[in-house]
């Protein structure tokens, strides 16, 4: 299992970026995903999951109504709309393979890509 978090960078708060997740080593299509982050000094914290279909998904409420995961399943990709940004959602984020929240804060992670808020 190979997952590459791209599309990170310096944000200021109310803006948006797209991350992406580049998965390989296995059959992508077949399995939900999640998004997990983690912020200087704070614990692992799941943000969302998505099915393997694609049609439903569900957030954390820290972020619900402001980020949308979404997936390619032909591309074996997946990713994360974050609209609206707070400082508070800067952290270094990590896509999973796993299909529930308690399953996504003990699934491998990859490097990550950093998310920063600021003005």
């Known amino acids: 299992v190979q997952l590459v978090e791209s599309g990170g960078g310096l944000v200021q708060p109310g803006g948006s970026l797209t991350l992406s997740c580049q998965a390989s080593g296995f059959t992508f299509s077949s399995y939900a995903m999640s998004w997990v982050r983690q912020a200087p000094g704070k614990d692992l914290e799941w943000v969302s999951m998505i099915y393997s279909t694609g049609k439903v998904a569900e957030y954390a409420s820290s972020v619900r109504g402001r980020f949308t995961t979404s997936r390619d399943n032909a591309k074996s990709t997946l990713y994360l709309q974050m609209n609206n940004l707070k400082p508070e959602d800067t952290a270094v984020y990590y896509c999973?393979?796993?299909?529930?929240?308690?399953?996504?804060?003990?699934?491998?992670r990859g490097q990550g890509t950093q998310v920063t808020v600021a003005s």
């Open positions: 999973v393979r796993a299909a529930s929240s308690s399953q996504a804060l003990r699934a491998p």
